[in-house]
């Protein structure tokens, strides 16, 4: 079964403008995940939160974590035609850690229009 | 250092026959798993191992087979191809269990 739901299912935007992605899971997790994939290739990992984190910064990526919502969303900022791609959020379901296993959802697919 | 590297690329096949992909990766990671990616399904988890000589089934496990004899491959086995085996298969990596995993850019199969 699908832990993780990402909505929008797909999001057309223009250069410059932000995009937000929004994930839903249902059990509890240690950490979660955001990995982008463009056509054609494998996923590249952006970024991890973990359960007790509520907010995560990387570059133009910011990244929220509610876990009494069981919900996450993942802001691009300031967007760019090369941020096309699929964006898939992941969860773990082990105790401890186990990011071997990932649980993902069904992705956003992102277009970003020069 | 190459990452993690899937051979073949593309593969057709005929129903009931055998293949295995291969996954190699040269970063001395311990943790290895394969999923494959169906059209509006995200990623399902197939197989995993948590070092050599160790493998656990994960979501969809059924008509693959995997064995771990070295640190560096992960080969899965398709026993007898049916066509809803069709997917695109990525193998991932990584160094420790809360770790984020690096993954292949997967193998395109067809099953006719």
């Known amino acids: 079964s699908q832990q993780g739901e990402e909505d929008p299912q797909a999001l057309s935007i223009q250069e410059g403008e932000n995009a937000t992605m929004n994930c839903s899971y249902k059990?509890?997790?240690?950490?979660l995940q955001w990995y982008r994939q463009n056509s054609g290739r494998g996923l590249v990992h952006l970024i991890l939160?973990?359960?007790?984190?509520r907010e995560k910064h990387s570059g133009r990526l910011r990244v929220t974590l509610d876990t009494s919502k069981k919900s996450s969303s993942l802001l691009i900022t300031a967007s760019r035609a090369a941020d096309t791609a699929s964006y898939f959020c992941?969860?773990?379901?082990?105790?401890?850690?186990?990011?071997?296993?990932?649980?993902f959802g069904k992705g956003t697919l992102l277009t970003v229009n020069p | 250092n190459a990452g993690v590297t899937q051979t073949p690329k593309f593969q057709v096949l005929k129903t009931g026959q055998s293949m295995t992909l291969q996954c190699a990766q040269d970063?001395?990671?311990?943790?290895m798993s394969w999923y494959r990616q169906d059209p509006g399904m995200g990623l399902r988890l197939i197989h995993y191992?948590?070092?050599?000589?160790?493998?656990d089934q994960g979501e969809v496990p059924n008509g693959y087979n995997v064995s771990r004899s070295t640190t560096e491959d992960f080969p899965l086995r398709l026993l007898s191809a049916a066509p809803s085996q069709t997917s695109v298969y990525f193998c991932?990596?990584?160094?420790?269990?809360?770790?984020?995993?690096?993954f292949g850019d997967g193998t395109r199969l067809s099953i006719l």
């Open positions: 991932a990596s990584s160094l420790i269990s809360n770790q984020p995993q690096h």
């Open positions: 059990t509890s997790i240690n950490n």
């Open positions: 939160i973990r359960s007790n984190e």
């Open positions: 992941a969860t773990d379901r082990g105790s401890g850690g186990s990011n071997y296993k990932l649980t």
């Open positions: 970063m001395n990671h311990e943790y």
């Open positions: 191992s948590v070092g050599a000589g160790i493998t």
